[in-house]
């Protein structure tokens, strides 16, 4: 049950040999307690990826290309999970694209990436631009997202924390983490991605400790050169105010 967990994390907290299964396990109550709202529709699909996650490697030392399949559904699941919980209507998908987003304006396909280290991020970009190309944008009247999870770039031991005086301090950090990379290779994804995809969603998502150990996951929408991006703007506005609690922060920029 989702309060049990809530409540042995809260217990455990100072406990963890490393920050990684305290991270996961977070991340997973974040999902099944917002599972309600992305259930309609979704029943099927749910049961078959839960299966993918529950596979997860417990040391983070032993997640491989091999073995990252958990990992990578349950970032899936956070973000539509983020997503429906903010209102929109969300579809899991089976292969391309992970998500297909409705914000009753228009509707996103979403692809993601999760990196393990900062030179292998163009070439994750590249890879979700050729998938949404492929399968999921064409002749439809959509625009297609890439969601990028940056998490393992900046801790692949899973043994750092982010230590703050106030959760605001510890996620103003994260922010600034993320629209450093984000600058870092902006000129290169303004060239690689095309009008259909006017933006990225850069997820950060780790242990933080202010007085004690906890979750705090930021998400960052970086907008790109094209057009159509201050209407993605727009369409996701709800993202910005769907939660404001002292363990998590969401900003789109």
Known sequence: KSDELEDFLKENAMRWKTSFTFVQLSEMLYVLKRLKYLEAGNEGILKRKFKDVIKIPLLVANESTDSNLGR??????????????????????ENHPDILLDTGNRKYAIECKRIYKPDTFLRNIKEAKDQLLENSLGKLARRGLIAVSVTRAF???????????????????????????????????????????????????????????????????????????????????????????????????
């Open 72 to 93: 990578n559904t349950l970032f899936e699941l956070r973000l539509a999970a983020k997503c429906a919980f903010a209102g929109y209507k969300v579809n899991l998908m």
């Open 155 to 253: 801790n692949s031991g899973g043994t750092k924390k982010l230590v703050g005086k106030t959760a605001q301090s510890v996620a103003t950090s994260a922010g600034d983490e993320l629209g450093n990379l984000y600058k870092t290779y902006e000129t290169e994804i303004n060239q690689i991605l095309p009008y259909q995809i006017p933006g990225i969603l850069l997820d950060f998502s780790d242990i933080a400790e202010v007085e004690m150990p906890y979750w705090v996951q930021q998400l960052l929408f970086a907008k790109l050169a094209n057009n159509g991006s201050n209407r993605v703007l727009r369409d996701l506005d709800a993202l910005t105010n769907c939660e404001r609690q002292a363990i998590e922060s969401s900003t789109i920029q």
